[in-house]
């Protein structure tokens, strides 16, 4: 029984979309978490966040965990067998 699940016997727009999922989801999360770090750096200094600032953190930290599971690990939920992904 072939094992489906394997990056090989995808077509190879496929391939391209799987990549562009978990490259998106990446730079989605290593965006939120420069924002968030920018939230957290003024808090740590006593600066005074304003409820602009809040609700951008809340809402990159939403944005986070959906980019994360969603695009990023959506396309690892079979079991490939390639040493590239």
Known sequence: MAD?????EYP???KTVIILMK???LLSMIGC???M???VIKYNKG?????THKIVGEMSLA???ASFFSPFMS??????????L
């Open 4 to 8: 489906i699940y394997r990056l090989e």
């Open 12 to 14: 190879e727009h496929q």
């Open 23 to 25: 490259t998106g989801g």
């Open 33 to 35: 978490g420069f924002i």
């Open 37 to 39: 770090r920018d939230i």
């Open 47 to 51: 600066e005074r966040i304003r409820l």
């Open 63 to 65: 944005l986070f965990w």
């Open 75 to 84: 396309t690892w939920m079979g079991k490939f067998k390639n040493k590239c």
